[in-house]
């Protein structure tokens, strides 16, 4: 691999993934969990046995990446998503991990789909994958302080080949600025934050303001059957329909356009 566009663009994607779904695995286990990339050729052969899971690229870019986990940090994490202590591995243990890779590949989506349009993703995990001829890149896995076995992630030439399509080039692997440590986070998880709903909005000259009287109809920009936005600090961190909870309006999710923990950690 000589393309120093299809290197960066991977080390790109790596880092969007290894971002979102450590803050997924954070907020799924309820302590810190690091993944960041990292230039180590002595581990790019992976531990056996290993588990693969198969991240498949729709829309905007298309082609596959594989997500290699060594068996025991499979069995680790599936047990403590599980909540269940099991010293071989199961199905269960397995598809909790994939849940996981799910919610952080909503993340992913979100990040690419500025650059190359709507991206979704599908995930499965596979066996039997062959892995020798596609471009590895290995991320260094921690947990309160703990070093991990490392993730290897395998891209193939046509998932390289979409990701380098552009011109432009892709933008940062952080997509936003935040403001609290994902080490942290567990300190502050009982903060309470006010949110709003809102049920549209609309502008108004200031002669229509200054004219609002009791009955006055203002009509928003918005039609009845259209989500209500969940709102935090000004940003929509959810949608869905208003329900009514023993006499109070309430909200039922519907939609998360992105991994809510992205609003706060880094």
């Known amino acids: 691999m000589d393309d120093p566009n299809q290197l960066q663009a991977a080390q790109t994607f790596a880092g969007a993934f290894a ?9 799924k286990l309820g302590t810190p969990w690091l993944l ?27 082609g596959d990446c594989f997500v290699a986990f060594d068996q025991a940090q499979v069995i680790a994490l599936g047990s403590r998503l599980l909540e269940q202590a099991d010293s071989a591995l199961s199905d269960p ?48 896995a921690s947990s309160e302080d703990k070093a991990e076995t490392p993730i290897l992630l395998y891209l193939t030439d046509q998932l390289l080949a979409s990701l380098s ?37 609309c ?21 009845v059957d259209d989500p209500v936005e969940l709102l935090l600090d000004g940003k929509v961190i959810a949608r869905g329909e208003a329900v009514i909870v023993d006499g109070n309006y309430g909200l039922r ?7 809510i923990a992205s609003h706060f950690v880094s």
Do not use: C, W, Y
């Open 19 to 27: 971002e979102s779904f450590a803050e997924s695995l954070t907020l």
């Open 36 to 62: 960041k990339t990292i230039d180590d050729a002595d581990i790019l052969k992976p531990v056996e046995p290993t588990i693969h899971f198969r991240l498949s690229a729709a829309g905007g870019l298309q």
């Open 93 to 140: 243990q397995a598809e909790a991990l994939a849940e996981v890779i799910v919610s952080a590949m909503d993340g992913v989506s979100a990040f690419l789909s500025a650059q190359f349009g709507a991206v979704n993703f599908k995930v499965d995990r596979v066996e039997d994958v062959r892995l020798e001829e596609m471009l590895a890149v290995p991320l260094d």
């Open 165 to 201: 399509s552009t011109d432009e080039g892709m933008p940062s692997a952080k997509p936003k600025k935040t403001t609290i440590d994902r080490a942290n986070l567990q300190l502050v998880m009982d903060v309470e934050l006010n949110v709003s709903l809102r049920f549209g909005q």
């Open 203 to 223: 502008q108004l000259p200031l002669r229509d303001v200054l004219d609002l009287t009791s009955g006055s109809v203002i009509e928003l920009d918005r039609d």
């Open 253 to 259: 999710v519907t939609e998360i356009p992105e991994p």
